[in-house]
């Protein structure tokens, strides 16, 4: 199973949900779509832009569990 750490990430940085759409220029919906662990993919890009913007690692928002 995959688990999407990226409240954790927020709250580390102290950073909001829209503050991050507006810096990765990515909608709240597919941010919170992703949040919520819902999402089906994730494009490279867009993880890029979100480590840049709260300078970590691909490994602190993705994270790999057995079921």
């Not at 995959?2 to 949900?17: S, W």
């Amino acid at each position: 199973m995959i688990i999407i750490n990226l409240d954790v990430m927020l709250a580390k940085r102290k950073m909001t949900l829209s503050e991050l759409s507006e810096r990765v220029d990515i909608s709240i919906v597919n941010l919170s779509v992703l949040k919520t662990g819902k999402a089906r993919a994730i494009r490279f890009s867009t993880l890029d832009a979100i480590c840049k913007v709260l300078d970590c690692q691909p490994g602190d928002i993705i994270e790999y569990t057995k079921d």
